[in-house]
């Protein structure tokens, strides 16, 4: 039995992290913190055997569909997903690469707005997972310790007394908690400050990764900024140490876009009215190609010389060019090169009220 | 440009990584691309980080000269070092020798402070609660803050005389 109906619900309503709402969202897209938990009783989810999977799964499914919280909430058992579904959860941020690459028994919980997700049989346990629109991480921890803390009444979780929440990785054990950012530096890659900033992060014990693409790929200018460390630091203290830290990265990418503005304005206004016009009018688009227009795009909408195109409308076309989005909204399955001539069809389409001045 | 994993095709796929904390060009062929697109993992390296360690005296094995190993999975040194995962809430025990060291590589501090479960039994959260009082307490009287300090006592010292009746009960 496939849950065709609820993936195509999601299909058609805008997952949180693009809502182009929430403080500093010219900068900041989405703010997210998760908690590793794994249930006392059961090994850990890779050495569990396929029959305590499922057992873990129904006990987990039991607890989160009688929270009222998450009342509404989908209950995807992957048994019933196809590869492409998969992808498509992946696109929209709900669930990590990893878990849609494993094998063996996982679900996910995800509530109807997009703002709360689950993955269970990750690898560990449980993932939970809060998804905040903009710079608003002290909201998606007080959120997310209400989940965790309403799931630790029904649930049994393995705790040590000096270790903390223990995790199937060392790298995760303690708060079990990872704090993270995308956010959006078109101004400090041009002027080529990226590398500077990535370098202080890292005396602040902080991480960078690309944020679309595979693994450390980062294209489009986006990156996802997170804590290293989870032992040894009380919750509160590592989402404030980030939530700090964002504040200056965003002060500087601010004064990034200034300069150029200001000091190189007719090369910018150049880029990127060049990149409005291959998106308008492209007949082939690879998924790379788009995503460093649309970053262009986003930032000639973020210093006001693009107008007509609103942050969501905008937003929704970097989910719907990625190849499960495509493919799911025109209903077929779709070849690299089929792809990329729908996509560029796609682009025209919803930017066609985009004039070219 | 020639492909910077084999050294041989025409590179056709140019990336950005970060590694390190460093934005890094990456050229690569196609077939090399395609390859690294399906092995790559954004974890640590942990069979990098154990090496370092047995530089430090730090082995996979214990007093007896016997390999680790968990009794409660059976997962061994190797699996670990291999995938870096543990396979149970045992392993923690099991492998202290080695993850105590590695901890204190890749972590803050070897304690948790922060959020505990509710179910956690009474002392533990108590034992939480009061380790993190003694943190407060200690910065309070370096800086001199010194009602904030009395009320942190009295606190210590209420948690402490739960623990000894609990103690009693227990025996
Ligand atoms: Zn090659
Ligand atoms: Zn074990």
């Not at chain 1, 710079?135 to 799931?151: F, G, M, Q, T, Y």
């Amino acid at each position: 039995m496939e849950p065709t109906k609820e993936l195509n619900e999601l299909l058609t309503s805008t997952c949180e992290w693009l809502r182009g709402t929430g403080p500093e969202n010219d900068i900041v897209l989405s703010s997210r913190i998760r908690l590793a938990r794994n249930l006392s009783g059961y090994a850990f989810s890779e050495r569990l055997e396929e029959a305590r999977q499922r057992q873990l799964l129904d006990e987990v499914e039991k607890a989160v569909v009688s929270l009222p919280m998450l009342k509404d909430s989908y209950f995807f058992d992957y048994k019933n997903l196809k590869d492409l579904d998969m992808q498509f959860l992946l696109e929209r941020h709900l669930i990590s690469r990893e878990h849609a690459a494993d094998q063996g028994e996982r679900g996910l919980a995800v509530s109807r707005n997009e703002v709360i997700s689950i993955m269970v049989l990750e690898e560990d346990h449980l993932r939970v997972q809060v998804l905040q629109s903009g710079l608003n991480l002290i909201e998606a921890w007080r959120l997310v310790d209400k989940v965790d803390s309403a799931l630790d009444k029904r649930l049994s979780y393995s705790f040590h007394e000096s270790l903390g929440y223990l995790t199937a990785c060392p790298t995760n054990v303690g708060t079990g908690l990872r704090a993270s950012c995308m956010v959006h530096l078109a101004g400090l890659m041009m002027t080529k400050q990226v590398n500077k900033i990535l370098q202080a992060l890292s005396k602040l014990n902080l991480t960078a990764r690309g944020f679309f693409g595979e693994g450390t790929q980062a294209s489009g200018n986006f990156f996802q900024f997170s804590n290293q460390m989870t032992l040894g630091q009380a919750e509160e203290e590592i989402v404030d140490g980030l939530d700090r830290v964002m504040r200056q990265v965003i002060e500087h990418e601010k004064e990034a876009r200034s300069h150029l503005v200001e000091k190189r304005r007719a090369k910018l206004e150049d880029q990127i009215w060049r990149a409005v016009g291959a998106l308008k009018s492209a007949r082939l688009m690879s998924s790379a190609e788009t995503l460093g227009l649309l970053s262009l795009m986003r930032l000639g909408v973020d210093v006001g010389f693009i107008k007509n195109l609103s942050k969501k409308n905008l937003n929704a076309l970097f989910l719907y060019m990625q190849p499960a989005h495509l493919q799911k909204l025109s209903s077929v399955t779709l070849k690299t090169a089929e792809r990329d001539y729908k996509r560029a069809e796609l682009l025209r389409t919803r930017l066609k009220d985009v004039e070219l001045v | 440009m020639i492909c910077n994993a084999c050294g041989q095709n025409e590179a056709t796929i140019h990336l950005t990584e970060i590694m390190n904390n460093q934005m890094v060009e990456v050229h690569l062929c196609e077939s090399c691309a395609e390859q690294k697109g399906s092995d790559f993992k954004t974890h640590f390296d942990f069979n990098k980080l154990l090496a370092s360690l047995s530089d430090i005296g730090v082995t996979g094995r214990d007093e007896a000269g016997e390999k680790l190993t968990c009794k409660t999975c059976s997962m061994s040194y190797e699996d670990f070092g291999r995938t870096g995962r543990l396979g149970c809430a045992d392993c923690y025990r099991f492998f202290e020798r080695v993850l105590t060291p590695l901890l204190k590589r890749v972590q803050r501090e070897l304690r948790h402070v922060g959020k505990v479960p509710a179910k956690a039994t009474g002392e533990m959260k108590w034992s939480v609660e009061l380790r993190d009082l003694h943190e407060r307490l200690k910065k309070c009287i370096a800086a001199e803050t010194f009602e904030e300090a009395a009320q942190i006592r009295d606190r210590i010292h209420q948690l402490e005389e739960r623990v000894k009746k609990s103690d009693k009960k227990q025996k």
